[in-house]
């Protein structure tokens, strides 16, 4: 079983030593458009394509359609490994009622239900959670939201399952929606978009990955046809 | 007696000839539809067919006979008094339709729900459940919610549809969790209680389904 999992995406690989440590939980933070989601499907995707892993994407806002579009749109092959149980991809959208009363969103703890009879039914060995913003709005205080925060990375970490985090940043705020995600994950990359001469230009900067010798340089990430591109040998300026 | 017998043998009785055709078989024993129709003085044809209706509807007695040249079906009384017995407590047909259509739908929003959310693990577990291969689960339910609906009063198909429903949330629960399949639960009755806003299961299913609003 290999100690590094492939973020699917080579030059990310480069960065950060062939992948993600087996069992971490890892964020990536990021504004709209920077292409976290598309990450997020990289990393759910390589997973049984490259390492025959089994991986779960959970999406708590984007509709299931809208995901098997972006995948197919980029080359990246679905049905086959989903018919097989390798690939899940979950619209958790559907658990959302449109009537505020009884609870709208998903907290986490009943993430955590959830995950706990999916996990092990499932084998699941990665999992992409799209994202930790839409749970945020469960809570009332954002002392519920920590401290609840703190004891599902417990438990992802308890579950032995190598977890990918997204998470949104805001154009004129911090690295993260609330400023305290990176602290419960073992890494932490933050994409960027960052304006030159008119034109937006996207970057991506590994800012902390625990068991991992990584460089701190804000790299190009481009989008190509077939997905995201890293250019680990080049330094943004 | 159903509903739909009822209504069916209390016309046949009521139609021009039934009565007098009761008073023959009485009077003569059994008889071929030929002697009943020279009997009373109607066509052959018209007398096989009141028969047979009576026959159809269980007031009367069927059997091979045999005259010169040919077999003839005779016919006979049962006894000398017929009864007809009516239970109330039997939906009337079309509020039975109207309950099968909600359950129907109430499950077909379900199964929508959970493809949406991944159904292929938890439609292993229900054919698993249910022990059926030969058919989607889909046809399985409907099949036997449609085989329930001839025989039953709403709270007799209330009764299949709970029975049902306990399968499929322990194959739901042991993919999903508790909350996410109260969650999904609740999210395709409301929906369906919308659809289907003068439906009386409407007012139990929420209640028969064991779910609560959660969040």
């Known amino acids: ?237 | 007696m159903k509903r739909a017998e009822f209504i069916e043998a209390a016309r046949t009785l009521s139609s021009d000839h039934c009565l007098p055709i009761l008073d023959c078989l009485r009077k003569r024993g059994w008889l071929i539809a030929s002697d009943v129709a020279g009997d009373l003085g109607i066509h052959v044809s018209t007398a096989t067919k009141d028969l047979n209706s009576l026959y159809e509807c269980g007031l009367i007695e069927r059997r091979k006979g045999q005259r010169k040249t040919r077999p003839a079906y005779e016919y006979g009384l049962k006894g000398d008094r017929i009864v007809l017995e009516l239970d109330l407590d039997t939906a009337p047909a079309d509020e039975r339709d109207k309950v099968v259509a909600f359950y129907l739908e109430f499950l077909e929003r379900l199964f929508v729900k959970a493809k949406r959310m991944g159904w292929q693990s938890v439609e292993r577990a229900v054919v698993r459940e249910f022990g059926s291969v030969d058919a989607t689960f889909n046809d399985f339910v409907i099949r036997e919610l449609n085989a329930a609906r001839d025989s039953a009063s709403e709270s007799d198909l209330r009764a299949v549809f709970v029975r049902f429903m306990e399968k499929i949330k322990r194959a739901f629960i042991s993919n999903f969790g508790q909350v996410a399949t109260a969650r999904m639960f609740e999210g395709a009755a409301k929906e369906t209680m919308f659809a289907h806003p003068t439906a009386a299961c409407g007012r139990h299913v929420l209640a028969d389904l064991g779910v609560q609003s959660v969040g």
């Not at chain 1, 790299?219 to 591109?229: D, F, M």
Request: without cysteine; hydrophobic residues 40%.
């Open chain 1, 1 to 237: 079983m290999a100690d590094r999992l492939s973020t699917g995406v080579e030059g990310l690989d480069k960065v950060i030593q062939g992948g993600f440590p087996r069992g971490t939980i890892n964020l990536v933070s990021g504004p709209a458009g920077s292409g976290k989601t598309l990450l997020g499907l990289h990393f759910f995707h390589s997973g049984a394509t490259v390492q025959g892993d089994n991986s779960m994407y959970l999406s708590l806002e984007e509709p299931k359609g809208n995901l098997d579009k972006v995948l197919s749109s980029f080359g990246m092959e679905m049905a086959p490994f989903e018919s097989m149980g390798k690939l899940i991809l979950l619209d958790l959208g559907e658990l959302r009622f449109a009537d505020k009363e009884a609870g709208s969103m998903l907290g986490f703890g009943e993430l955590q239900d959830f995950l706990r009879s999916s996990l092990k039914k499932n084998d699941v060995e990665r999992l992409v959670i799209d994202s930790l913003s839409a749970i945020g709005l469960h809570y009332r205080s954002m002392r519920d939201l920590r401290e609840e925060l703190f004891v599902f990375a417990r438990f992802l970490h308890e579950a032995n399952v190598t977890t990918l985090l997204i998470t949104e940043s805001l154009e004129e705020g911090g690295l993260t929606r609330w400023g305290f995600e990176q602290f419960v994950a073992d890494s932490f990359i933050h994409l960027g978009m960052e304006e030159t001469k008119g034109e937006l230009r996207r970057t991506i900067t590994v800012r902390k990955m625990r068991f991992t010798k990584h460089d701190t340089v804000k790299h190009p990430l481009r989008i190509t046809q077939k997905g995201i591109v890293v250019e680990a040998d080049e330094r943004v300026v």
